[in-house]
């Protein structure tokens, strides 16, 4: 009976991943359609609202989920040092897969940038909208959903590497990869964003390192 309870209890939290994976994917559909209709301002404040909402939603059932779970505890600082350490080792990273996507592929950026990018410049609302989002709503959502709730869910606190494997994993999977270089990028980005959350026991650290990779993101692709 242990064994099933036991089975029963991995199965519902594995449910809980796919749904809050599924989620996420949604609310840049809505900037998307939007981008279709650049004239139609009534049709792009609807889709900016739904936008809106769901991340609202999203982040309102991952932080529930993120304080059922949480082996840490909630405490810990904002830790600067490990911000700053984090964000250069993410830089000097994506430099080395930038070169090697470039070397094997000739891709001179991964299908995910070229995703994002493609949505910029279209509807001027809904890429001020999705750029401000990028930078503050979507880095809250993610570190609740693949550092806060998926490295809580699943092996015993102890288990240091395993959880960053995992959410680096699953991060990756969320992205867009056309190729394995792609892949280990994304992969390599979820690992270091967990590396710093289990380090500091406190997603606002995650959350700061997030944050500052998609504004330089941004940055670079609006050419600002």
Same mark, same amino acid.
């Given at each position: ?6 089975? #029963? ?82 830089? #000097? ?55 806060? @709730? ?14 960053? @494997? ?13 190729? @394995? ?6 992969? #390599?980005?979820?690992?270091? *964003?967990?590396? @710093? ?5 406190? *997603? ?16 670079? *692709? *609006?050419?600002?």
């Amino acid at each position: 009976m242990s064994r099933l309870a036991n089975f #029963f209890n991995l199965f519902y939290r594995i449910g809980i991943m796919l749904i809050l994976f599924f989620l996420i994917q949604l609310p840049p559909v809505a900037i998307t359609i939007a981008n279709r209709y650049p004239d139609n301002l009534g049709l792009t404040i609807i889709l900016v609202a739904i936008f809106l909402m769901l991340f609202a939603f999203i982040i309102g059932w991952a932080r529930r989920l993120y304080r059922q779970y949480d082996q840490l505890g909630q405490g810990g600082h904002l830790r600067l040092g490990l911000v700053a350490g984090g964000y250069l080792t993410l830089l #000097f990273g994506m430099m080395f897969f930038g070169q090697l996507n470039m070397l094997l592929f000739h891709q001179t950026q991964t299908a995910n940038n070229a995703a994002v990018a493609q949505m910029l410049n279209h509807n001027q609302l809904a890429t001020i909208v999705f750029v401000i989002a990028s930078c503050t709503l979507t880095p809250v959502a993610e570190e609740l959903i693949f550092r806060g @709730v998926l490295t809580n869910l699943f092996f015993p606190a102890s288990w240091f590497w395993p959880k960053l @494997v995992l959410s680096g994993l699953v991060f990756s999977c969320a992205h867009l990869s056309t190729n @394995v270089v792609s892949f280990c990028t994304y992969l #390599f980005m979820g690992m270091v *964003l967990a590396y @710093v959350y289990r380090r500091s026991g406190s *997603l606002k650290n995650s959350i700061a390192l997030h944050a500052i990779n998609n504004i330089v993101a941004m940055v670079v *692709l *609006l050419k600002i």
